[in-house]
């Protein structure tokens, strides 16, 4: 079965960098788009970053730019999301998805395959 698990998400004091990792088993990653997306309670689920395939493109959503950084590790079969200089405002719970379609690449709708999400606080 195709299968993405998300990883690194932990309690970081503001400022302060995490990295977190999205990897894929039952396909390889590199021919999909990848994208990471974050949901923080009561909040509707809004893209951070993707990824595309052939391109290896790279886009950010306003609120991260700067301070993020998407990348594949193709050796691995993983997708890694940098965050530098944390805000409180990141703390959300983060998922990552991937898709073989074209697809508006921070956009939620039309991803196919959905990981359980790793949990990303800020606080202290």
């Known amino acids: 079965q195709l299968q993405l698990v998300e990883s690194g998400g932990k309690l970081v004091q503001p400022g302060g960098s995490l990295r977190l990792s999205c990897a894929a088993s039952?396909?390889?990653?590199?021919?999909?788009?990848v994208g990471w997306f974050r949901q923080a309670p009561g909040k509707e689920r809004e893209g951070v970053s993707c990824?595309?395939?052939?391109?290896?493109?790279?886009f950010y959503a306003d609120p991260v730019k700067g301070r993020v950084t998407i990348s594949r590790n193709n050796a691995l079969n993983t997708v890694d999301l940098q965050i530098d200089s944390l805000k409180p405002e990141d703390t959300a719970l983060y998922y990552c998805?991937?898709?073989?379609?074209?697809?508006?690449?921070?956009?939620?709708?039309?991803?196919?395959?959905w990981g359980q999400g790793t949990q990303v606080t800020v606080w202290g």
């Open positions: 039952g396909f390889t990653l590199d021919n999909y788009i």
């Open positions: 998805a991937a898709t073989s379609r074209t697809v508006k690449c921070l956009t939620k709708e039309g991803y196919e395959y």
């Open positions: 990824i595309r395939s052939w391109s290896a493109n790279r």
